[in-house]
């Protein structure tokens, strides 16, 4: 009986395969080096934001407080931005001319909020709560970086489920101070921390 | 859906039961017949699935081939970068980020009914008791709770209309000035207001305000839910009408005639409390008789139940009077228990209580008077005060409509009322009011009354303006916003305030009026101090000596040929205010478990008599009139009556409650408001097919419901706990060492009033399906509440029994995840991570309790869902395609865990309640943490009438419960079939 296939469709086949194979892994692997990179995750680009705020000058040179304007973020799930009541009491006095801090006169005037850009946004089937965070030790530079020298704030780390499990599978490694008791460590990886 | 006819032999099905063969307890006459509709969902959990399409192999290979290339991609959906928002002005002392609770009032039929508010964000999104509140004690029923989705509505009207022409704030209240000053002109003669009841001391300020301004103007009042004659009863007895308070806490027999006070009525949540306190099966149990026509929840908690009809009912009280000494018998031959019934109350004196039901003619109420006067309660279990709401003149809606026929009175304003709807028939109030010159309609939607008048302005609701209100007990209390109305709502204070000629600003009109009551000293200490606790604490009314005078005679007209009729307001939409609230639509009734619509109730035998089945439409006639609705048979009710519910059949009840049900006020006339008798029945040979719940997620005849009387747990406490053997099992057995989750309900204390299910869906943001989708038992509710029949279909005793996530040691749902989205975390909930769940369902094959919910469409979701502003941010509102079940309201356990680290403390006992046990008016819910050993669920799980369902499957619950005990008289005849009473 005659072959169907001639002797080479063996030789094609095989090359075939193997580079099929080859292929999938090479896209396994692409893929996975581009969805742990930081530009995956807008890691290092600077967001810019409706009044250039500069935390370099706040938070930096002027030595401010975190929490003097992220007032809840020792006992709220988010930290808060501040109101514009909150800027106006020194913009009242400080820099009251400056064109760039119009929209603060605007909305303190009219009532209407203002509206910042985000930076840091977890998907919603993620509940952080940041009180607990700061109860227990974690400081704001852990998570957020160098915020007083960003002129422009950007995120530095991925925030992915990967990089928070760094931390809640071994919190010791990652925080000063032994604020975890030993015992609760058992909780700090169960899906309802998180998701729920 | 029930699409066949089918035909029970109800009179074998009796015998078999009564014979002890047959299931000791049964969910529907259905699943008794095992009709092949309640067959279908008890074999399958969905039985529609693969009914609806036949494919053949290869169409199924396609789609799956096409479903699993496609699977990956709907992950893709990147969410857009949300804007945060900054406020413009700081809230002192408030942080952004945690809610504010607030304590305010609802007015219910008059009465207030305190509440806690949960607001995010100045977003109410929870209602719960105000624990300082004596009409709330800290739990809240079905309609408060539901109140948060009125409140949110879409379909609440927005526009001040005038003959459908909006207006603005300033036209209206041009054109009340000019109303104003004509009416000065004649001295306010042809000004009428019609309200419904209300407390509220700065509206009666107000009124008695507009009364000076215009002497000839008069108030009526339209209450289609509320009755006269209790007042009208304590006038016949006592001279003067008095407001009746009872005190279950020293009730030790109790007898309800035709009265659902553990169920319905002012401070019924008060008095299920302290009922169920009474009863502990290993101290002192106190002993209700019911007599009632309808199956009620207070009949379900009664030892012995009397299915009278409501003119049968007339004639035990008189018997019950002649026995005790103090009136002349009714004539015909007393009930078999009534020598019992007497001696029982007699013995126990000042701790006998007799409640009459609302709906009995004064007559009754004063008999009563008089039978707990002989029985030494008065002072004791029932005590007499002022009045809590103005009494009324005597048919005041049928007065006004004469007037407005006459033509004395020209300018009505109706506020919060809808005759048009409801008044009684025959008062041809829609074209008498059609003929007015002047009307105005203030009210939460653009209802039927509202398409009369000639003005309609939206009304602010309870929970956006201020107000005051008395409970039942007089307690007064404050009503404040919790968030500001949209603009041009008016709460009826101020359209009243600015007719009198005031400012139409509520707070200082509230203010005005506490501020003459209390006087200047301490009045802001007073004013922050009243708004901080929600209640005017020493308010309450005090009791006064009272001295029943002798009963009139009491007639009670003969039966006569026909049926007899009974109206009663509706478990979910009361009179029907809420027909357009799909929460209380999708909640099933607590006997009937019909959802969506109403039905004309009919007893077993009835039913049978005149051939029909559930679903067939029937034609009833009374005194003329006629209305049609569909049939469902009510095990328990009494022979020779038809129940109408009230508050169906809406025509302008927005895009939820419009043409739903059939509306029983149609055959409602002024003569007979609560009773009627010479009624006709006719088949008309229609179907319309009903939607209920009862046969859904059926556990067949295992033993879920555990009963027993006191007599047989005094001899066998453990007769709950069936012997169990301890199996092992090859999973490895989980470790608690910080807090272990529990939870018990005692089926003792369940009334079945279904406040937990709203809690439980207004917590947790669970979605609504829609009547075709509950047809076919895709009803989404974490929480359901299963109801249980015992005994012979025409006399059962009824159970409930309350069936969420039994968060199972060893759970059948974790297992079988193929994503592993249901895990067991370290403090023992099953947890349930939406976000990894694909959607195979097995999980929910596995539960044999079959309380897991899948989100079979985007119900939640856009197009259809409950208004944004409703859902509760700390829960996620699940997608399309995802399962979910009862968290152990997960959220508020996260909460309560990360206060007290924050706070460097241990999770206090109490400190976390789940949303159905803060609900609950008669604490039947118990939730906390097993592993401390003085905790609340610790110590009822260690009570010998703990049970857990299906244990023998071992799968070791952490939901448990405790078994009913009965406190049946020994001495009461018993049925030979073993019924009920």
Not at chain 2, 267 to 277: S, V
Not at chain 2, 633 to 656: I, Q
Not at chain 2, 760 to 785: D, S
Not at chain 2, 845 to 860: E, I
Request: some cysteine.
């Amino acid at each position: 009986m005659t072959q169907l296939f001639r002797p080479s469709a063996d030789r094609a086949l095989r090359r075939i395969l193997a580079s099929s194979a080859f292929a999938f892994a090479l896209v396994v692997v692409t893929g996975f080096i581009i969805v742990r990179s930081g530009p995956f995750w807008n890691v290092g680009s600077p967001i810019t934001q409706p009044i250039p705020f500069s935390h370099a000058v706040h938070a930096g040179e002027l030595g401010m407080d975190c929490r003097y304007c992220h007032s809840s973020v020792e006992v709220a799930a988010t930290a808060g931005v501040p109101t514009v009541e909150t800027c106006m009491g020194c913009h009242s006095q400080v820099w009251t001319a400056a064109s760039a801090l119009a929209p603060l006169h605007a909305s303190m005037a009219t009532g209407e909020p203002l509206a910042w850009n985000r930076v840091h946004q977890l998907p919603d089937h993620v509940r952080f709560h940041h009180g607990i965070h700061v109860a227990r030790g974690v400081e704001c530079a852990t998570c957020h970086g160098d915020v007083e020298r960003m002129a422009q704030v950007r995120k530095v780390e991925t925030m992915s489920m990967s990089w928070c499990l760094d931390c809640h599978w071994d919190p010791h490694a990652r925080l000063s101070s032994g604020s975890v008791p030993p015992d609760r460590l058992a909780q700090l990886d169960d899906c309802s921390i998180c998701h729920y | 859906m029930p699409s066949e006819r089918y035909h029970p032999d109800l009179q074998s099905l009796g015998s078999a039961l009564a014979g002890g063969d047959g299931p000791r307890f049964w969910r529907s006459l259905e699943q008794l017949a095992a009709s092949p509709d309640a067959m279908r969902f008890l074999e399958r959990e969905f039985p529609h699935l693969g009914e609806a399409t036949r494919t053949d192999r290869r169409t199924l290979l396609k789609l799956l081939g096409a479903s699993l290339a496609l699977a990956g991609l709907t992950g893709c959906e990147e969410a857009p970068t949300r804007p945060i928002v900054a406020r413009a002005r700081s809230v002192p002392d408030h942080a952004p980020g945690r809610p504010l609770h607030v304590a305010t009032t609802l007015m219910q039929d008059g009465y207030g009914l305190g509440i806690l508010v949960e607001s995010h964000g100045g977003r109410p999104v929870k209602i719960e008791g105000n624990p300082l509140h004596p009409a709330s004690l800290g739990a809240t029923d079905a309609f408060a709770q539901a109140e948060i989705l009125t409140l949110h509505d879409p379909d609440r009207s927005s526009l001040i209309r005038q003959e459908g022409t909006p207006r603005t704030r300033a036209e209206l209240a041009r054109m009340l000035d000019a109303l104003a000053l004509e009416m000065e002109g004649r001295g306010g003669a042809g000004l009428r207001l019609l309200t419904g009841p209300t407390s509220s001391p700065t509206f009666i300020a107000l009124t008695a305000a507009l009364s000076e301004r215009f002497p000839e103007a008069r108030w009526h009042r339209h209450a289609p839910a509320l009755s006269d004659t209790p007042y009208q009863g304590a006038r016949l007895a006592f001279g003067q009408p008095l407001e009746t308070r009872l005190d279950l806490s020293r009730a030790e027999v109790i007898l309800a005639l035709d009265a659902d006070f553990l169920s319905q009525g002012p401070g019924w949540i008060a008095h299920a409390a302290a009922f169920a306190a009474r009863r502990d099966p290993a101290g002192s149990m106190n002993r209700l008789y019911v007599a009632e026509p309808c199956p009620t929840p207070t009949g379900t908690r009664a030892d012995h139940r009397l299915p009278l009809a409501p003119d049968e009912i007339l004639h035990l009280a008189a018997d019950l009077g002649a026995a005790l000494g103090v009136s002349a018998p009714s004539g015909g031959e007393p009930h078999p228990i009534v020598p019992v019934l007497a001696e029982d109350l007699r013995r126990a004196g000042p701790g006998a209580l007799v409640v009459a039901g609302p709906r009995l003619p004064a007559g009754i109420h004063a008999l009563v008077h008089v039978i707990n006067g002989r029985l030494g309660a008065i002072g004791s279990t029932v005590v007499h005060t002022a009045p809590v709401l103005p009494v009324p003149d005597p048919d005041s809606l049928a007065a006004l409509a004469e007037d407005m026929a006459a033509g004395t009175a020209t300018h009505l304003l109706i506020l919060d009322a809808n005759p048009v709807y409801d008044a009684p028939a025959g008062l041809e109030f829609a074209e008498r009011l059609a003929r007015l010159p002047f009307s105005l309609h203030l009210g939460l939607y653009e209802d039927e009354t509202a398409a009369g008048c000639r003005w309609h302005v939206p009304m602010a609701h309870a929970l956006e303006c201020w107000g005051d209100a008395r409970a039942y007990d007089g307690t007064a209390s404050l009503m404040q916003p919790v968030r500001t109305p949209r603009a041009g709502r008016l709460s009826a204070l101020e359209l009243i305030a600015s007719l009198a000629g005031q400012e139409a600003d509520g707070q200082a009109l509230v203010r005005e009026r506490w501020r003459a009551e209390r006087g200047e000293t301490g009045f802001e200490a007073f004013w922050t101090q009243v708004l901080h606790d929600g209640v005017v604490a020493g308010t309450a009314f005090a009791p006064q000596p009272v001295q029943p005078a002798p009963p009139p005679p009491v007639n009670p007209a003969g039966a006569g040929e026909g049926l007899r009729v009974a109206f009663a307001p509706d478990p979910a939409v009361w009179d029907g205010r809420y027909a357009g609230n799909a929460w209380l639509q999708e909640l099933p009734r607590p006997l009937s478990k019909l959802v969506w619509g109403n039905a004309v109730l009919l007893a077993p035998a009835t039913a049978a008599r005149f051939g029909v089945q559930n679903g067939d439409v029937v034609e009833v006639t009374l005194a003329g009139r006629t209305v049609a609705g569909p049939v469902f048979v009510m095990p328990g009710h009494a022979p020779d009556t038809a129940t109408l519910p009230l508050g169906y059949g809406r025509w302008r009840a927005g895009f939820v409650g419009s043409g739903v049900g059939f509306s029983a006020y149609a055959l409602r006339g002024g003569e007979a408001m609560w009773h009627g008798t010479g009624a006709t029945l006719r088949r008309s040979g229609a179907r319309d097919p009903l939607v209920t719940t009862q046969d859904h997620h059926a556990m067949a005849d295992r033993a879920v419901v555990r009963a027993a009387t006191l007599a047989e747990f005094r001899e066998n406490p453990d007769f709950a706990r069936a012997a169990v053997e301890e199996r092992s099992s090859f999973y490895p057995e989980y470790q608690y060492e910080g807090h272990a989750w529990g939870m018990a309900i005692d089926l003792d204390a369940c009334l079945g009033c279904n406040a937990c299910m709203v809690a439980c869906q207004a917590e947790n943001n669970v979605p609504v399906v829609g009547r075709e989708e509950v047809a076919i038992g895709r009803e989404m509710h974490w929480l359901r509440v299963d109801r249980y029949f015992e005994g012979p279909p025409d006399d059962p005793v009824v159970h409930f029994q309350p069936m969420l996530c039994m968060h199972c040691e060893k759970a059948p749902c974790e297992v079988v995840c193929p994503v592993n989205a249901t895990v067991h975390d370290s403090e023992g909930l099953n947890v349930m991570v939406y976000n990894r769940c694909i959607g195979t369902r097995y999980c929910s094959n596995n539960c044999p309790y079959k309380v897991r919910r899948f989100n079979w469409f985007d119900y939640a979701g856009r197009g259809g869902g409950a208004p944004v502003e409703v859902y509760n941010p700390d829960v996620t509102v699940r997608e399309r395609g995802v399962m979910e079940k009862c968290t152990y309201c997960v959220q508020r356990i996260s909460a309560a865990r990360i206060e007290a680290k924050r706070e460097g403390r241990p999770v206090r006992d109490g400190e976390v309640r789940t949303a159905c046990q803060q609900a609950c008016p008669t604490r039947a819910i118990t939730f906390g943490d097993l592993n401390a050993p003085d905790s609340a669920v610790t110590a009822r799980k260690r009570s010998p009438r703990n049970y857990g369902v299906l244990a023998d499957l071992n799968t070791q619950p952490r939901t448990t419960y405790l078994a009913r005990v009965g406190n049946p008289n020994p001495d009461v005849p018993k049925r030979r079939d073993g019924g009920g009473s």
